[in-house]
């Protein structure tokens, strides 16, 4: 299975979990990452570093994060390119988690996952746009 771990600015990570735990039950390889207002860069380096090296069993690993070019985005490309297992994606979604979530463990690479997780992101944003109903007016007929 490919691990997952969800990280972001504040309790994005862990709100986005406990989430997930509500739609689609507990996750497993999955670990989530906050970076709280007290911590440091370094800490959150810590804090992913401990993050992949507890998914050890995982093949591969993809990391979903808030912000592109944010500090857990960054941090995730910094430790995680060099291990060659692990993929960074920015902009996640609660839709796209979930998703990403439960169709892990069928997807055949780390890369296509993370091909997956861009799209369903993607499809996930959605504007509600009213479209009023022609009124037919209909007779008393034959």
Do not use: W
Not at 19 to 34: F, H, M, R, T
Request: aromatic share 6%; glycine share 10%; hydrophobic share 40%.
């Amino acid at each position: 299975m490919i691990g997952l771990i969800v990280t972001g600015h504040g309790h994005f990570a862990s709100g986005l979990t406990s989430s997930l735990k509500l739609i689609a039950g507990e996750p497993q390889n999955y670990v989530a990452v906050d970076f709280e207002e007290t911590d440091s860069t370094d800490d959150l380096a810590k804090k992913l570093t401990e993050a992949m090296d507890s998914l050890s069993e995982c093949k591969e690993i993809l990391v979903l994060s808030d912000l592109a070019g944010g500090s857990p985005f960054k941090t995730s490309v910094e430790i995680g390119f060099p291990r060659g297992n692990v993929e960074v994606i920015a902009g996640t979604n609660l839709g796209m988690l979930v998703e990403i979530n439960l169709t892990r463990t069928f997807s055949e690479s780390v890369k296509d996952l993370a091909e997956s997780a861009v799209n369903v992101g993607k499809d996930q944003v959605v504007r509600f746009v009213y479209k009023p109903v022609e009124k037919i007016e209909v007779s008393d007929g034959i």
